[in-house]
């Protein structure tokens, strides 16, 4: 991951989950592109159309932002910052085009007052349209480190690809990565099937803080919150199967309405 793109409105959510790409980009000595979208004014007579720029307000709210980010010393030529004309899902997704990112850190109110993970709908769409990795941080989550990873394992060929990248950024924080698969009523392995899926995830990766573990659940949601309340990881990794996925399997609805009462970092890859 050497190409961050962090997408921005100035909120305070959007604040907090700028420590989280700032951490990486240091780490992982990768560039860190910040954009803001704003919206741009179109007249119906074509011969009148112009482009409204961002108004005073934004663009000191970006010099500001600029200030924080420069107190963290990070090199000029590893920094760009823009102003995108559009929509903001259609704006992050040229961005990350544009900027050819490997991976977008953006923050998200999904986080209810009742305690409930729920995945706000820029942040959700995001994560469906884009073709990188999405870090998406929950509103008030405070960045404390990266000490312990849950990667949510469907125990098939397709978790290889995730692991891979996981590997990476486990390395580069020395944090313990817990592979977790959930078994269900409607999703079954077998002990042999489990072993050969770690025998295949270990091969080349000599890594002692590496650690596989089978849990039961009636479904996949409530087996992740559940060993997510016990463990507290850092940081939930999951594998987007299909459009809409993240947010069927978290929907409360199919989780009988249990709250998932866990505030911490969702990194979504692409299958």
Request: net charge neutral; hydrophobic share 40%; charged share 25%.
């Amino acid at each position: 991951m050497k190409k961050i793109l962090f997408p921005t409105d100035f909120s305070p959510c959007a604040e907090g989950a700028l420590d989280f790409a700032l951490a990486l980009a240091k780490a992982g000595r990768a560039s860190l592109s910040v954009c803001h979208i704003y919206h741009s004014l179109v007249s119906a007579m074509p011969e009148l159309e112009m482009q409204m720029e961002p108004d005073q307000e934004t663009k000191m709210s970006m010099e500001k932002l600029k200030a924080r980010i420069g107190r963290h010393r990070m090199p000029a030529d590893q920094l760009r910052f823009e102003f995108l004309p559009g929509f903001a899902v259609d704006g992050i997704l040229l961005a990350t085009e544009t900027e050819k990112a490997d991976l977008v850190v953006m923050g998200t109110r999904g986080a209810s007052g009742s305690g409930n993970w729920l995945l706000g709908s820029i942040t959700g769409e995001v994560i469906d349209k884009a073709t990188m990795p999405v870090l998406c941080i929950p509103e008030g989550c405070k960045y404390s480190g990266i000490k312990k990873i849950m990667y949510a394992a469907d125990a098939r060929s397709e978790d290889f690809a995730a692991i891979s990248q996981l590997k990476e950024l486990v390395r580069k924080f020395g944090a313990r990565l817990e592979i977790v698969h959930v078994q269900t009523p409607q999703q079954m392995i077998s002990d042999d099937g489990f072993e050969k899926f770690q025998t295949d995830v270990c091969k080349g990766f000599n890594y002692d803080q590496l650690h596989f573990e089978l849990i039961e659940s009636d479904s996949v949601a409530n087996g992740i919150a559940s060993w997510a309340r016990q463990h507290k990881p850092d940081l939930l990794a999951i594998l987007q199967h299909k459009r809409n996925f993240l947010r069927k399997i978290f929907d409360p609805s199919l989780t009988k309405k249990i709250a998932l009462h866990f505030n911490i970092p969702l990194l979504a890859f692409k299958n």
